[in-house]
């Protein structure tokens, strides 16, 4: 059930983002931004634009995430129906990988969307604060 309702959520919050910031961020060249960037742009961070720049990143990011948390959701529903799959303790065990896939990308789906949250809210506090 916690896990419906945070997909659910988080899909509520992808979707009540403005279109014009659903835009992959990019660097000046045009190039979608490297982690290494991203540090840079994390430490450096000072203006409303900025932390949109590092929001729409992160709520790109989280896309990406909850698209590989869905289909790992689905891998772990179908483990899961082979009670002879789930009770087995041999490794390589396609039910035990399916389900750390989830707990991962659920965990980091989770960080993403709260970063992307952080970054929206400090740019809009920015933005209030400066008067734009």
Do not use: C, I
């Not at 190039?31 to 590092?54: G, N, Q």
């Not at 009770?87 to 035990?96: D, G, I």
Request: hydrophobic residues 35%; positive net charge.
């Amino acid at each position: 059930m916690r896990v419906l309702l945070t997909t659910t959520l988080a899909v509520l919050f992808l979707a009540s983002v403005p279109q014009h910031l659903r835009a992959t961020p990019q660097n000046p060249s045009g190039e979608p931004l490297t982690s290494k960037e991203v540090r840079k742009a994390e430490a450096s961070a000072k203006t409303s634009a900025d932390h949109a720049r590092l929001a729409v990143y992160y709520e790109t990011q989280a896309k990406q995430t909850q698209s590989k948390l869905t289909e790992a959701e689905g891998l772990l529903n179908y483990w899961a129906q082979k009670s002879w799959m789930v009770e087995r303790t041999k490794t390589p065990n396609p039910y035990s990988d399916a389900k750390s896939r989830v707990t991962t990308y659920r965990m980091e789906f989770e960080k993403e969307t709260k970063l992307a949250a952080d970054h929206r809210k400090m740019a809009e506090t920015l933005t209030a604060s400066s008067g734009e």
